[in-house]
């Protein structure tokens, strides 16, 4: 149970407005959970990673929000801006599996309109 | 500190070939990764190497290869090339990647290199 689900696929947005980017997984093994925006002809960049053993963690006007119950966890994006427009992936990692291999998700394309 | 670096950024290839894209890590950093980006499929892991072993290897076919220097430079090759390989090659690395301190699991992207198959 390696997949990482993440919705929605499209996100369009008004500046100043909350982007809220949703992620559900299966595999308990997973460990660490990180969150990478891309923009176009760059490679992923490190957002904010969070572990199972805590609920929310929040730089700047990033958020994670983690329900280990529910095996779901999600991105917030306070105040959005025209800048944050860019592909945004979560992942996963399987502490099972020694080593750093991320299982991510489908991607979200994000708009935020000026 | 510098980041991850790709060389070369851009490749055009033809079917049949064989390519070499190579990755410097972030100075420090022992483990490498990677990944290959496709619009259809998403960011697939390929493999990771860690001491100039691989670890792990994800469900590509033979024909991709890696291998990595003892400075933790990487390389991956694809033989017999196929218009499928056609994809963005993102290279990532980390202090270790093993369970523990957060900032071993921490991956840093390079820009990748893209890879046309004509």
């Known amino acids: 149970q390696q997949q990482v689900k993440q919705s929605p696929q499209s996100l369009i947005v008004q500046k100043g407005g909350i982007s809220i980017i949703n992620c559900a997984y299966e595999n308990t093994a997973f460990d660490y959970f990180p969150w990478y925006q891309q923009f176009p002809g760059k490679g992923p960049a490190l957002l904010i990673a969070i572990r199972p053993d805590v609920s929310e963690k929040k730089e700047g006007r990033f958020t994670i929000s983690f329900n280990k119950s529910a095996k779901q966890f999600s991105l917030h994006i306070m105040d959005s801006q025209p800048g944050d427009s860019a592909t945004y992936f979560c992942?996963?990692?399987?502490?099972?599996?020694?080593?750093?291999?991320?299982?991510f998700g489908e991607g979200t394309q994000l708009t935020v309109n000026p | 500190k510098a980041g991850v670096t790709q060389t070369p950024r851009y490749l055009i290839k033809t079917r049949g070939q064989q390519v070499t894209l190579s990755c410097s890590p972030i100075?420090?950093?022992?483990?490498v990764s990677w990944y290959q980006q496709t619009p259809g499929q998403g960011l697939q892991f390929l493999f990771e190497?860690?001491?100039?072993?691989?670890?792990n290897k994800g469900n590509f076919p033979g024909r991709f290869s890696g291998r990595q220097f003892s400075n933790s430079r990487s390389e991956m090759n694809v033989s017999t090339l196929e218009l499928g390989d056609s994809a963005l090659y993102l290279c990532?690395?980390?202090?270790?990647?093993?369970?523990?301190?957060?900032?071993?699991?921490?991956?840093?992207f390079g820009p990748g290199t893209r890879l046309t198959v004509l």
């Open positions: 990532a690395s980390s202090l270790s990647g093993t369970s523990g301190r957060a900032s071993s699991n921490e991956q840093f």
């Open positions: 190497y860690f001491s100039e072993t691989q670890r």
């Open positions: 100075s420090g950093h022992r483990s």
């Open positions: 992942a996963a990692r399987d502490r099972e599996t020694s080593g750093s291999r991320l299982t």
